[in-house]
């Protein structure tokens, strides 16, 4: 049946940040030198859109994405600078999470800075609310974050299951860790006389997933409901995973990782990220090794998370038909810098950047004659300790020489959308020339 | 099914009336092995009676969705795997391929002893899983296959000199120096050059590793390359690099390519005609034009409506297709696609085990089952615990919870004691039938026909 799909967020009020990525810079040793990966990335994402991430392999989109939950391996890494600010999001006292003026309808509200009692002090720059450098919070901070306030899908998702733990009980623990008030009512367990602090367990540092259900379990008004409980929650991640289209949830939750293909464990680890509610759902390329249908079923489903919380998406993705599809705007990435940033609509009527430029053009159409596909030749440099220059120049058809001397920075050219590129903007003084469209050679 | 629709005519290629390669009810199946002892309990049909015809200098694009079949199907034509039944052709004339399905439409007991000699010689001369060892070897130079996972196909602990080389050696085709000039060539054809000889696959990029398939797979000068997602793996900007150096190849070399991949934006740049899979079986084939302006087979569609494009407007919903591909081991009766479709009929197929399929998310409803007896597989008796456990399943029978064209089949849903006897109307598999010319599909709902 052709159901709801996954349209875009149609609303343009510019909704509060909910992360600011500043100046980021990540770096790897290697034998050759230092490996510029992310070299001075900096964006901002809003409550409620889906911020596209483009460009080829290598060039930094993993190690950005990764870098939110600070799961770049070091050493090799380095963090070579920048911050990642993150708003943590608690429920709106005003109308308890239903929606209010207040709220813009969200239910949730960012949490007061407790450094400053929401004055605006430097630690939450001068915002009054709670805000977080993710690349400087302590561990167990950050590892309450993870999967609770942000929720990452990766693109192999081998790694990011336990091998040792069932499909079921790896999700279960999802729901007893992050939204334990609706396994209760589920269970039909009346709540009232509970602690609400015991009933919100979180998970304790290096504390293995079977662990949690048993505490849960061993408050005295839940024990005698144990079954009814297991009950709930089996319901609760089998209804998960078939809102992902695996076939037989039921049968996958007593399987082990290894015993699934990977479409299959990407779908898995799709439904764990969609069973808690973050504030921030970071998808690196969940979708691309699955089906157009399978994939048209997560969007849509990735989709709903989005009205049902507001929850901001980052999506990575070199698939640029599907990225203008779902997202609202769109950051051309390119051998560790943004060279391109725009609303969506904007960047796919009027790319700027000549590299944007070439990836539209590569794509393959029914209107282009075969074998005459615009391929950018070459692939994308490895940058170890590069010297000031463009990025893309080297591969760039409008390339003048200034372009191989001098850094182009991140400029604006139009109402929200920045381009990095000498054609847009003027090159320091004493360079050789400035380069044109026009020097395009096709 | 007249032989028209087996094998529909494309005016464009028409000219040549060599084909390189014809498939005869092409059917795969792997045995399910279980237990100690290995029992064959069932059989994945993996590839399920196809028919196709790939002529000189064409490309063929083979899509649907992942586990329908594609891979298991390059595999069969490759000669790198025996099919279960059926047949594949190569270097045959139209007139002989006739020839050849009317002959094997004929069941075997029916052939005279002329009818059987005809065809003993005719598979002798082009089957290619009944050729001699020699034309076997000379079927498998003409035939090469790339996949898509370039890495995992080239030996790491070989240098590129020796990858590509291998095959004119093997065929004692060159050797000394004239083997690394020919080498060089073939590198130099695909964008490469002699400074790449002395370098093992991981010290290329991975187009740059799939340019080196493709050298490997060039290098005996092949009439057609079976394509196995060769983009797969790549960036729109590389991927646009190899679809350019293969038309390229294609035009100086005549080669025919069968093109598999799930990208229909690939496809309907590269392919002259189309052939879409679901479940092992082929729904619709025709020229790329037309399936893509005007796609006959619901499959098809809900495929085309899910694949973004650039062109696509950007306010409207992708269109999802509920459920999942059923299993190949048990595929579903009438049209395989009837579990799944948005516009199936009561005529599609309905079965038992869409019983099962349709309902097994409702809670607790065959908890108390404690036997079943199939019958066929439209009907089957079903015995509960109790006589309100079986009463419960006729009244879901006949509510929403099921669709209604599934309602509309169900001929009989009668509880006696605790049994239940389920009755569906019962359905042929649907075939392929013409709806333009060259254009095919396997669908009861024929806007021709209404
Ligand atoms: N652990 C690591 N050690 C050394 N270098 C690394 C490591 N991880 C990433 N890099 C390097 O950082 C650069 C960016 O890698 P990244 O994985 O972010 O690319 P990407 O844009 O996500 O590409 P893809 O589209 O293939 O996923 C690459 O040059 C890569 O080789
Ligand atoms: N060697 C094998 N043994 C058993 N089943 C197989 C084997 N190879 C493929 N299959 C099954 O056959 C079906 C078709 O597979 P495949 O041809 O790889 O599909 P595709 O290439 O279209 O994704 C799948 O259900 C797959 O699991
Ligand atoms: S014109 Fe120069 S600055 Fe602009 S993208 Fe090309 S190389 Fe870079
Ligand atoms: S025969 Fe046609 S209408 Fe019926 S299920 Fe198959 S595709 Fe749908
Ligand atoms: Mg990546
Ligand atoms: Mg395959
Ligand atoms: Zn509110
Ligand atoms: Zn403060």
């Not at chain 1, 596909?373 to 080297?394: K, N, Q, W, Y």
């Not at chain 2, 060089?184 to 490469?192: A, F, I, K, R």
């Not at chain 2, 038309?247 to 093109?259: G, P, S, T, V």
């Amino acid at each position: 049946m052709m159901s709801e799909g996954a349209e875009k967020n149609p609303s343009k009020s510019p909704a509060p940040v909910v992360a600011s990525v500043a100046d980021l810079q990540v770096h790897f040793q290697s034998k050759r030198g230092i490996v510029h990966a992310v070299d001075g990335v900096s964006f901002d994402i809003h409550d409620g859109e889906t911020l596209g991430l483009v460009g080829e392999t290598g060039c930094g989109k993993s190690v950005t994405a990764r870098s939110f939950l600070r799961l770049v391996p070091k050493p090799p890494g380095i963090d070579a600078g920048g911050s990642i600010l993150f708003r943590p999001r608690t429920t709106c006292d005003a109308c308890e999470g239903r929606g209010c003026e207040s709220c813009h309808q969200t239910g949730r509200v960012s949490a007061g800075c407790s450094a400053c009692s929401g004055k605006g002090c430097s630690e939450c720059v001068q915002s009054g609310e709670e805000t977080l450098d993710l690349m400087q919070v302590s561990n167990s901070r950050m590892r309450s974050l993870r999967g609770d306030r942000i929720a990452m899908i990766f693109q192999d998702p081998g790694k990011a299951l336990n091998p040792a733990l069932t499909i079921g009980s790896q999700i279960a623990e999802v729901f007893y860790q992050h939204r334990s008030a609706e396994v209760l009512d589920a269970a039909n367990v009346d709540v009232s006389g509970i602690d609400p602090g015991s009933l919100l367990l979180k998970r304790q540092a290096a504390q293995q997933s079977r662990t949690i259900e048993r505490t849960l379990l061993k408050i005295p008004p839940l024990r005698s409901r144990r079954n009814q409980i297991t009950a709930a929650v089996d319901d609760m991640v089998a209804d998960a995973l078939a809102e992902t289209q695996i076939a037989n949830p039921r049968k996958i939750m007593q399987r082990y990782p290894h015993e699934l293909s990977g479409g299959m464990r990407q779908r898995v680890m799709i439904a764990q990220a969609l069973a808690c509610n973050p504030d921030l759902l970071i998808a690196d390329e969940p979708t691309t090794a699955l089906d157009v249908t399978v994939q048209a079923r997560i969007l849509e489903l990735i989709h709903e998370l989005q009205q049902r919380r507001q929850t901001a998406v980052l999506y990575i993705s070199h698939d640029l038909s599907l990225v203008r599809r779902i997202c609202d705007r769109v950051a051309v990435m390119y051998a560790g810098r943004i060279v391109e940033i725009s609303d969506a609509d904007q960047i796919f009527q009027d790319p700027r950047h000549p590299y944007t430029r070439g990836l539209l053009a590569a794509l393959p159409s029914a209107t282009q004659s075969r074998g005459k596909l615009a391929a950018i030749e070459g692939t994308v440099p490895e940058l170890v300790d590069p010297t000031p220059s463009c990025r893309f120049s080297g591969r760039c058809p409008n390339e003048v020489e200034t372009c191989a001397r001098f850094d182009p920075h991140l400029q604006s050219v139009g109402d929200e959308h920045s381009v990095a590129c000498f054609i847009y903007h003027e090159p320091p003084e004493g360079s050789g020339g400035r380069p044109t469209l026009a020097a395009r050679s096709s | 099914m007249t032989m028209e629709s087996e094998h529909p005519q494309d005016d464009a290629a028409a000219a040549s009336d060599k084909l390189i390669l014809s498939l005869h009810g092409l059917k795969k199946h792997f045995p399910i092995k279980e237990g100690a002892l290995q029992r064959v309990v069932g059989q994945v049909r993996a590839v399920d009676g196809v028919s196709f015809d790939i002529r000189s200098g064409e490309t063929v694009g083979l899509v649907g969705e992942s586990g329908c079949g594609k891979t298991t199907l390059g595999r069969c034509v490759s000669g790198l795997t025996d099919p279960s039944d059926g047949a594949v052709y190569f270097n045959i004339t139209e007139g002989d391929r006739d020839r050849v399905d009317a002959l094997r439409d004929i069941p075997d007991e029916q052939r005279s002893e002329q009818e059987r000699e005809e065809l003993a010689a005719l598979d002798e001369a082009h089957c290619i899983n009944q050729l001699n060892e020699q034309a076997r070897r000379h079927y498998r130079r003409n035939c090469q296959v790339v996949f898509q996972d370039a890495f995992a196909s080239l030996n790491p602990r070989h240098l590129v000199n020796d990858i590509v080389g291998r095959p004119l050696q093997v065929y004692g085709e060159a050797s000394g120096s004239e083997l690394t000039t020919r080498t060089v060539q073939l590198l130099e054809q695909v964008g490469l050059g002699s400074q790449h000889l002395y370098r093992y696959p991981h010290q290329f990029s991975g187009g740059q590793r799939q340019r080196i398939s493709i050298a490997r797979a060039l290098a005996l000068n092949p009439e057609l390359i079976i394509l196995d997602e060769p983009t797969s793996a790549l960036d729109v900007s590389v991927q646009a690099q190899i679809l350019n150096l293969l038309h390229e190849l294609q035009r100086e070399r005549n080669l025919a390519y069968l093109f598999i991949t799930h990208d229909l934006s690939v496809v309907r740049h590269m392919a002259d005609r189309i052939v879409v899979m679901y479940l092992g079986k082929v729904v619709e084939a025709g020229r790329t034009q037309d399936i893509f302006e005007r796609p006959q087979h619901p499959y098809t569609k809900a495929l085309l409506a899910a694949s973004p494009d650039l062109s696509d407007d950007t306010d409207t919903e992708i269109p999802t297709l509920e459920g999942t591909v059923p299993d190949p081991a048990h595929p579903p009766q009438g049209c395989r696609f009837h579990t799944r479709c948005p516009v199936a009929t009561p005529a599609c197929g309905w079965d038992v085990d869409d019983v099962v399929r349709g309902l097994e998310n409702q809670e607790n409803l065959f908890d108390g089952l404690s036997a079943v007896n199939r019958v066929s597989p439209f009907e089957a008796q079903l015995t509960f615990d109790n006589e309100a456990s079986a009463r419960a399943l006729a009244d879901t029978l006949h509510s929403n919870a099921i669709s209604a064209s599934m309602r509309e089949a169900l001929e009989e849903a009668v509880v006696r004691d605790r049994t239940i006897n389920i009755r569906f109307n019962p359905a042929e598999e649907v075939e392929l039938t013409e709806r333009a010319p060259g254009h095919i599909a396997a669908c009861v709902l024929d806007p021709a026909a209404r």
